[in-house]
């Protein structure tokens, strides 16, 4: 996908926030619709802006949807549904920039330090019915190194930190194309990951 494309896909996003303050469904070109038919793995970041503090972040890790219909949900679910977070206020729409991850297709790995890419692989850990999930952006924002990277992902699916170790653990990892605003609806930029030796 090429940044011009990535910019169609945050507009909508950012209008399908909009209407859903009043109780509209967003319009969508046929264009786009068959442009983005695809389904993908597809998560929605809000950051504020210009202080870039977590807003919502949502998503599918499946490809369960058409790539446009799963940036609707996701955007949504983002503002209004992140139990870490109160609704996305109205008011608040203006300083919010979006950040739109595609996901590839999650493969087993196994979790020592020649399987994990910082910068390009996100993680997913899985035990039973309980699964942890963390973006490839989140290790390079807090500087993390790969043995860190999988304690947060054990974390942040409510086991212990180091449950990777657990044999009936499963731990996944995928990459993400990353596009995001530099400003409420402005520029939109691609994140460039990071590349590591096989």
């Known amino acids: ?13 950012r ?7 009043e109780n509209k ?22 950051n504020t802006y210009k202080d870039h503090q977590l807003r919502g972040c ?12 799963g940036v609707i949900y996701t955007a949504r679910l983002a503002a209004f549904k992140d139990p870490r977070f109160e609704p996305l206020r109205k008011e608040e729409l ?3 920039v979006i950040e739109l ?5 999650p493969k087993r790995i196994t979790p020592d330090q020649k399987h994990i ?24 924002e807090y500087n993390m190194d790969w043995e860190t990277f999988l304690q947060h992902t054990c974390l942040k699916a409510g086991l212990p930190k180091d449950c990777y170790k657990n044999p009936h653990v499963e731990v996944y990892s995928f ?8 400003s409420p609806d402005g520029e939109v930029i691609k994140e460039e990951s990071s590349s590591c030796g096989t």
Do not use: H
């Open 1 to 13: 996908m090429d940044v011009k494309d990535a910019k169609k896909l945050i507009r909508l996003a």
């Open 15 to 21: 209008e399908s926030i909009k209407t859903q303050f």
């Open 25 to 46: 469904e967003p319009f969508v070109d046929e264009d786009i619709k068959t442009k983005f038919a695809k389904p993908q793995g597809i998560f929605t970041t809000l």
């Open 58 to 69: 949502i998503g599918f890790v499946e490809a369960r949807y058409p790539l446009w219909l």
């Open 94 to 96: 203006d300083n919010i």
């Open 101 to 105: 991850s595609i996901l590839s297709i």
């Open 117 to 140: 890419c910082i910068g390009k692989d996100g993680l997913i850990v899985k035990y039973g019915n309980i699964t942890g999930l963390l973006l490839p952006q989140v290790a390079t």
């Open 175 to 182: 990459s993400a194309e990353v596009y995001k605003e530099l």
